[in-house]
């Protein structure tokens, strides 16, 4: 697939942050993480394309490395308001904790490995956000009342849930590369740019379904 083509769809998720930007002092504090992570997530997508122009790889491929670990707290932050770990501080902070020591052992331990894809890191925490998207939904589907279509905790589960299904197994087919076939890794990586535009659009769909913040709303009444 053309460059080009990859990257205009990278930047589908400029919907959901202009929704995001938009409604931000309107919604639920809550939900603050998951707007800083798609603002994030596509202010990276234009960096990645600069650096990728200018033929600097060492860095283009730190800064995905220090994304990753962004990404997985940003998200874990957001499990966190939605009351996954049950709103205990310690057991959150402990999270966060875990999460930054493996990102160190893997990505920068020994000095210079930051330069190299962190693919194991890459593994492990999709893995994490898969378990604590179906936990959430799980949770979601027996507490929750109202049409699920008209909740943004299913939106965003959904969309992270394939995200990093597909993440996962691109990640896993760079460990051993060597034993891929060209073709599959072409289909995969074409079938990732699609479910990552899907998934863009499926975050854009949350952002207008995410609540407004309640002294907001009691202002109005």
Same mark, same amino acid.
């Given at each position: 697939m053309d460059a080009t083509l990859i990257y205009i769809f990278s930047l589908s998720s400029i919907f959901a942050m202009i929704i995001g930007i938009v409604r931000f002092r309107n919604? +639920? &504090?809550?939900?603050? &993480? @998951?707007?800083?992570?798609?603002?994030? =997530?596509?202010?990276?997508? $234009? /960096?990645?394309?600069? !650096?990728?122009?200018? =033929?600097? &790889?060492d860095i283009l491929i730190s800064l995905l490395n220090i994304y990753t670990l962004i990404d997985c707290?940003?998200? /874990? *932050?957001? @499990?966190? %308001? *939605? =009351?996954? #770990?049950?709103r205990n501080r310690k057991v959150f902070l402990s999270i966060l904790t875990a999460i930054f020591v493996v990102w160190f052992v893997i990505s920068v331990f020994p000095i210079g490995k930051i330069t190299t894809p962190n693919r194991y890191f890459r593994i $492990?925490?999709?893995?994490? !956000?898969? #378990? @604590?998207?179906?936990? /959430? #939904? %799980?949770?979601?589907? $027996?507490?929750?009342? =109202? +049409?699920? #279509?008209?909740n943004a905790k299913f939106w965003i589960c959904i969309g992270i849930i394939i995200f990093y299904t597909f993440f996962t197994l691109?990640?896993?087919a760079g460990v051993s590369w060597q034993h891929v076939s060209s073709v599959f890794r072409r289909n995969l990586q074409s079938i990732n740019v699609f479910s990552n535009c899907l998934v863009n659009i499926l975050y854009a769909i949350a952002m207008l379904w995410i609540p407004r913040n309640k002294r907001f709303t009691n202002l109005l009444k």
């Open positions: 919604i +639920n &504090p809550a939900y603050y &993480p @998951f707007i800083y992570n798609i603002t994030c =997530g596509f202010l990276v997508e $234009v /960096t990645v394309r600069e !650096l990728t122009k200018a =033929g600097k &790889p707290c940003l998200f /874990t *932050w957001l @499990f966190h %308001n *939605w =009351g996954l #770990f049950n $492990v925490y999709s893995f994490a !956000l898969i #378990f @604590f998207s179906v936990s /959430t #939904f %799980n949770k979601m589907i $027996v507490q929750e009342r =109202g +049409n699920i #279509f008209k691109i990640c896993v």
